[in-house]
């Protein structure tokens, strides 16, 4: 009897044992230990390089926390402070886990050409290039090479006997090929081969995914593409039939129809830092909603919480659309201070006195979104006897550039302007006039490290005076 008590008593440590072994093995460091910290993160992304406008792939990212004993981890409920590729340059992101922070770059590319190809044979008159037979080669602006599918196609009805052109469209870039038409045929039968899955409610069948042949009198065949659709759309939820019709011939096929429904939501953050007691603006998120189709839409009656900045460092702010959540983050800092480590700067002077203007831009804004440049004094002469007849004067002009018109969004913005050697601070002051003509009050300057700083509300011309005290 003690010899088995003995023996279960040993299998019951045993067991005791492998459980607290299996558990401990199954979660996280910092879920196993409150006591021990992560000391600092370590990021890996898959892509050296990324197309402007596309955001990151979280699948590609690889986020591993290092712990004070000496142990990591791989952890996937981090926020990113951003993650959209806005500039053709190189994009900084941030990476916070648990109060510590890790950046990694991605190379913003665009399309330079595209090479198209057709692989197919003849298309009878009325027919259309099947999409399937083009071949699409993109070239980035980094040397690499993408093959895609996803490009749009004009003037892909063929219309004559002979050689017809295509026109492939890609990333704003295109190319041609030449299909050749034959005389069109009298179709005995059609036939339809569907092999998608299901769709949405109010979504199209993807061509790509249909197969239509036409048997013609002379026996021959033909894959079709100009065909119609009735009903065009999905309409129904469950088993929907749908007939396609070409020269007078129809056939029909079968489509499992489902309701639309959010997928997923992602969040770009695209304002700057925000000082303590400051809210993030609505207007510098923007979210993208996924739907189960694949389509994408841009919304704004979303809601965020946690938006408003209560300490120094870094904070996830979340939003929620329909129930369905993502988070961002963004910088606290102290109030008054503007991050200007992302900025415009260019060099003002009249001539006699030179200084330097400073706009301080979102994290993720590239600095070419802005131009400046030197006014001369004769065309302000007018403004400043309106202003202050006595003073001396610097006028320059802040534009924005063609291609980011939506930073015109992102106003206000902070001015940062230095002082010439020969103005003393104490007797400076900065004006906006928006047509040289008539001016706006003096701004509300204040003195920041020795430079005199304000808030501009719209690009346009500025000007630093000085009248001596």
């Known amino acids: 009897m003690k010899h088995n008590r003995n023996k279960l008593s040993i299998l019951m440590t045993a067991t005791i044992f492998f459980m607290a072994f299996f558990f401990v093995g199954m979660f996280p460091k910092d879920r196993v230990s409150a006591s021990t910290s992560v000391s600092y993160l370590t990021v890996e992304y898959a892509e050296s390089s990324q197309v402007v406008g596309t ?3 979280t699948d590609k990212l690889t986020v591993t926390a290092y712990y004070e004993d000496n142990s990591s981890y791989v952890v996937t409920d981090y926020s990113l402070a951003n993650n959209k590729i806005l500039k053709a340059e190189e994009n900084v992101f941030t ?4 109060g510590k922070v ?3 770059s991605v190379f913003g590319k665009t399309v330079s050409s595209i090479s198209a190809f057709y692989t ?11 999409v399937r037979l083009v071949e699409c ?3 980035y602006s980094d040397g690499s090479m993408e093959k895609v599918t996803d490009f749009t196609v004009s003037g892909g009805v063929i219309t004559k006997i002979g050689s017809n052109t295509v026109h492939i469209i890609y990333g704003g870039k295109q190319d041609t090929i030449t299909v050749t038409g034959i005389a069109p045929k009298t179709v005995l039968s059609l036939t339809a081969s569907y092999t998608g899955g299901s769709v949405t409610v109010g979504s199209a069948i993807d061509e790509r995914d249909l197969t239509v042949i036409a048997v013609y009198t002379d026996a021959s065949t033909e894959t079709i593409c100009n065909y119609t659709l009735s009903p065009a759309t999905v309409t129904t939820v469950g088993t929907q039939t749908v007939v396609v019709s070409f020269r007078g011939k129809t056939t029909t096929f079968t489509v499992e129809g489902v309701s639309k429904t959010i997928a997923s939501i992602a969040a770009v953050y695209n304002g700057s830092s925000v000082s303590i007691g400051n809210s993030v603006k609505k207007t510098d998120v923007e979210v993208t909603v996924t739907y189960n189709n694949g389509t994408t839409e841009k919304v704004t009656d979303f809601t965020l919480s946690g938006a408003t900045i209560g300490y120094l460092g ?13 988070q961002f983050t963004v910088l606290g800092v102290e109030s008054g201070a503007t991050d200007f ?5 260019m060099k003002i002077s009249n001539g006699k006195a030179s200084a330097t203007a400073a706009i301080a831009l979102p994290s993720n804004v590239s600095n070419l979104s802005l131009t400046g440049k030197n006014v001369d004094a004769a065309q302000v002469k007018g403004v400043m006897r309106k202003a202050d007849k006595n003073a001396v004067y610097i006028a320059f002009e802040i534009s924005v550039t063609e291609d980011y018109d939506f930073l015109e969004d992102h106003f206000p913005l902070t001015l940062q302007v230095t002082i010439p050697s020969q103005y003393k601070i104490g007797g400076c002051s900065i004006y906006y006039t928006p047509n040289r003509k008539s001016v706006i009050a003096s701004m509300n300057t204040e003195v920041v490290d020795g430079k005199l700083q304000c808030t501009i509300y719209k690009a346009g011309t500025y000007i630093l ?3 001596a005290q």
């Open 55 to 57: 955001t990151i792939d």
């Open 102 to 104: 890790a950046q990694f």
């Open 465 to 467: 005076a000085y009248s």
């Open 95 to 98: 990476v916070v886990y648990l």
């Open 120 to 130: 197919g044979g003849e298309v009878t008159v009325g027919n259309s290039v099947d």
């Open 341 to 345: 480590s992302n900025q415009f700067s």
């Open 137 to 139: 080669m993109v070239s």
């Open 314 to 326: 870094y904070h996830t702010v979340t939003v929620d659309y329909m129930g369905v959540t993502t």
